[in-house]
């Protein structure tokens, strides 16, 4: 099984709708991101999260939101969806007692296509 | 601010031929840098890391990156590629806050049989 799991996997939504995205981790990992992957631009962050009560925007949080429900959980929302927002979603971990010297845990990514 | 530059963005090399991924990085100050890889419908697997120490960092799949500090640079590299080495890759530097990481955009291999 997958240390970080991503559901859905696949989703088609239609602009206007309401979705979320989900995360959960078994690694024990304090830390969680939300990335958004484009082509030929990389990953960029959307949300990140310290703890269950530390919540920060990243570089491209405008029109999501994210809900840390439990120090594995780590969901991603878009209240209402458009096709700019049509990517690739990864959520990924990390463990801060590593120290600076560690590196982030990648989920298998979600599928986004909103019509 | 920091950022990472890959500049191909596909390349095609044929099974058996050596092969080097270019990155180039803009960071404040020490870097730590990461080669990841992304097969077709997978997430993100760890190729190598840099943190300190011997430039030349020995990786997972027979992959190896060389740090150079005077040109910014942490390209990848493999004496024979596969076809199973046929993905996305991508070229990270950190820390950030929170250990983020800063990514390049990718370069895409393709691996001619």
């Known amino acids: 099984d997958a240390d970080v799991t991503q559901t859905p996997r696949n989703r088609i939504t239609k602009t206007g709708k309401r979705i979320m995205l989900e995360c959960s981790q078994t690694k024990g990992h304090d830390r969680m991101y939300w990335y958004r992957q484009d082509p030929g631009l990389g990953l960029r962050l959307i949300y990140y999260?310290?703890?269950?009560?530390?919540?920060n925007k990243g570089e491209i949080s405008d029109g999501y939101s994210v809900s840390r429900q439990a120090q594995a959980k780590f969901s991603l929302s878009l209240e209402s969806a458009i096709p700019n927002q049509t990517a690739l979603y990864f959520c990924?971990?990390?463990?801060?007692?590593?120290?600076?010297?560690?590196?982030?845990?990648f989920g298998q990514g979600t599928r986004l296509t909103v019509v | 601010a920091q950022s990472v530059t890959q500049p191909d963005i596909h390349i095609t090399v044929s099974e058996g031929a050596s092969l080097e991924l270019r990155c180039n990085y803009s960071?404040?100050?020490?870097?730590?840098l990461f080669w990841y890889v992304q097969s077709p419908g997978q997430g993100l697997q760890l190729l190598l890391k840099?943190?300190?120490?011997?430039?030349l960092v020995q990786g997972i799949k027979g992959f190896e990156a060389e740090f150079k500090r005077s040109q910014s640079s942490f390209n990848l590299r493999k004496p024979s590629v596969h076809w199973s080495d046929a993905a996305e890759y991508f070229c990270?530097?950190?820390?950030?806050?929170?250990?983020?990481?800063?990514f390049g955009g990718g370069t895409r291999l393709m691996v001619k049989p």
């Open positions: 960071y404040g100050a020490t870097p730590y």
């Open positions: 990270a530097v950190g820390p950030n806050a929170g250990n983020m990481l800063t």
């Open positions: 999260s310290f703890d269950v009560k530390d919540i």
């Open positions: 840099y943190f300190s120490g011997d430039t």
């Open positions: 990924a971990t990390s463990d801060s007692r590593q120290g600076a010297r560690t590196e982030a845990f």
